[in-house]
Structures are given as C-alpha cells and as structure tokens.
C-alpha cells in the first residue's frame, strides 16, 4: 500500500504527451491553494495538454460536505446520473456492447447493470478501486486501479467512463487499453469537457485534487491518436467529451517539432482559458455577493436546492449565510449526506411552508430537470443561484 501510495504522487515533471520538461518557465503554472495534495496544474507550452502534477499523498475528503476547492468530496454519483446518457448514445449510434466487455471504472454497477440487461449474453469484467462501492464482492469485479491490474485477456468492448482523468499517465494507460482491445473492438471513452465551463457564472475550483488531467477536445484526441488509436467519432455532450475509437495496426510516434506546430493554437488557446477561469472565478464570487447582500438581506430563511460544490461555495465564500438555510434538499442526496450540518432531505419530504421560501437552484447542469421537479412539487419562489448577476 505504501508504494502504491508513494506512486500516486505523481511527481514526475514531464509532459505526459510531449514529454516536455514542464518546470521550465515557459509553461503556465498555476499552484492550487486549497489542494490536499500540493496541486500543481501545469499547461504545457508544446502541445497544450493541462494536467496535474501532486507534491503530497492523496488523502480522500472523508467529511460528509462537498467541497467547492481542490478537495471535492467522496460522494461518487457523478457516473450514476451521467451512465443512462452514454447508454442511450450506444444505442442510437449502433454501438451495443458485445462478446467480451471490460468495465474501466466501474463505479456502482451502472454499465453492468446495462449489459444485464441487454438482449444477447455478454462476458463482463469490471475494475473499480474503490470497494465500498461492492459491497456484495462481486467476482466479475477487480479491486484495484487499472495501473496495477494485470489483464491477459483481450476485449470486444471496453468503456472508460470519467476514469481516463484519474490515471497516473494518460498516454500509457491508453496503450495499455489498445494492447487488451481486439483488432475489431471498440473503445468508448467519457471524460469532463472543462470548455465546457461558463465563465460567467463559475464559482467552484476545476482543478480538483482527484483528477490529473483536465481535457478539451483536441488535446484528448492527441492523446488517444499518439496512443494508437484511431478516432472514429468526438462528441461534446454537455459537460462530457465523448469518444469513440477502434485499434490502428502501429503505434504512432511522436515527432515533437511537428507536434508543436500543429498544436500551437491550441496551447494559446488553453493557456488563455486557464488564465481567464482564475480572474472570473474570483469576479464572479465578488459579484455575487454583491448582489446577494442587495437582494437577499431581509429574507430571513432560504431554502437550497442542490447539496454540491455551488452550494458549497456560497456558503464557504460567505456569499449566502448559513444561518438563513432553513432546508437543503437534494434529487440525489437526500437521505444520505449533510450539509455543513444540516442534513439533506429529498425536494418531496419538504413541508409547505419550506416550499413558499425563496429556493435557491445551486446547479449548472441540471437546472431545467430542477425546474421541472420542483414545480410539480409545489415550489412557489424558486430562483438559479447566478440569476442575480446576469
């Protein structure tokens, strides 16, 4: 465990793509402040890939709340909202699991669960490190990160879903994966899209302490072309990148020269995005409190909805005073969390006189779902927490 501990701190200092000497001055640094595993993100000057460097052994977040910093929390739902999208997306493309089916990151079950229930048999195998969440030891299911499993077998289908931006190497872990995939396999991988953030309305760190790289479109095809695979489709779907590849007969090689001319509008490009989300994180936050003091002063109890790291940093920030939260409920965490201590309940256990206050919608990707609910439910005053400074 100790050596799996001193490997995960990842301190090499070389590009993961390029392999460009990041500590030289002329790639962007940005050193996290509030990171639990001295956090230095790094945009690389030669081909733009932004990824993590860690100076400490990460410590998982064992506290109840989500964090808006580096810290995040260890509630792992993420994959359990987002899993039914990708289902559905392998259906319309035509891209059903089949024959032998490896699981990378398998979560709470979700992608095995889909497979059971699919027409034709499969043979599934899942890796998940994290073994709290099987409970029932399943024996389809590996106990451990993909780095330090042996596979001897090859797969037809194999799904890498929010996993990829965990990995210790980007590059290596997708030759691996290349070197388990059979000739006419397929390979389906989900990552977060971080152009996909809103700069207008970002108040919660994107460098967060458990993910070491941090994708947009072209640099994850870099990685997934230069690890010998061949791309046959890249989609932004919401906050996710998803991409579809197949095995190609040789591995590509690097050519550095070449490799910086083609990506040098993207590292302009990554390197203004970084810049740029640091100053409207902390305009944003100045803004909203601002507006908040203005127009909420005289309510005395709000009502949040959405447990998550928006909330969090409301709160944290002293943007919203705590001790106006009269409720918090959450669609997905209710019944199993807390909220700077105060317990979380699902929207329909709220009372009526909860739902008369004013509700605060603390969610970017799911407010029309919100929406949606909480009118059905009875919410009479409902309004989206940046609403105040658009």
Known sequence: MRLMQIMLLNIKTNCDLCGHLLSEGCCFLQVIENSSRGAHVYTCCKCGLIQTLYTEIFVSNQDENFSAGARRSTFNYAKEISNPKHFLLMRDLGLLPRGRVLDIGAGRGGFLRFCEGLAHEIQYMGIES??????????????????????????????????????????????????????????????????????????????????????????????????????????????????????????????????????????????EFCKRYRISLNANLSRLKEAYDLEFANLKEIVIWGAGRIADALVANKVLDLGKVSAVVDTHLGGQSTFHGISVQKPEMLNEKNKNQLTIICSRAYQEDILGIAHELGFNNLVIYDKVIK
């Open 130 to 271: 994290k073994m709290k969440s099987w409970t029932n030891q399943d024996r389809r299911i590996e106990h451990n990160r993909f780095e330090f499993t042996t596979i001897k077998e090859k797969f037809d289908f194999i799904y890498v879903s929010h996993t990829l931006e965990h990995l210790l190497s980007c590059v290596t872990s997708l030759r691996s994966i290349r070197s388990i995939l059979h000739d006419d396999g397929r390979l389906f991988i989900v990552v977060p899209n971080i152009f996909h953030l809103d700069m207008n309305s970002v108040i919660e760190e994107i460098f967060i302490d458990p993910h070491t790289f941090h994708f947009e479109r072209e640099t994850l095809k870099l990685c997934v072309i230069f690890a010998g695979l061949e791309v046959l489709e890249i989609m932004e779907a919401g906050d996710e990148l998803v991409v579809i590849c197949r095995k190609k007969p040789n591995i590509a090689t690097i050519d550095i020269g070449n490799l910086e001319r083609v990506s040098k509008e993207i590292t302009s490009r990554n390197l």
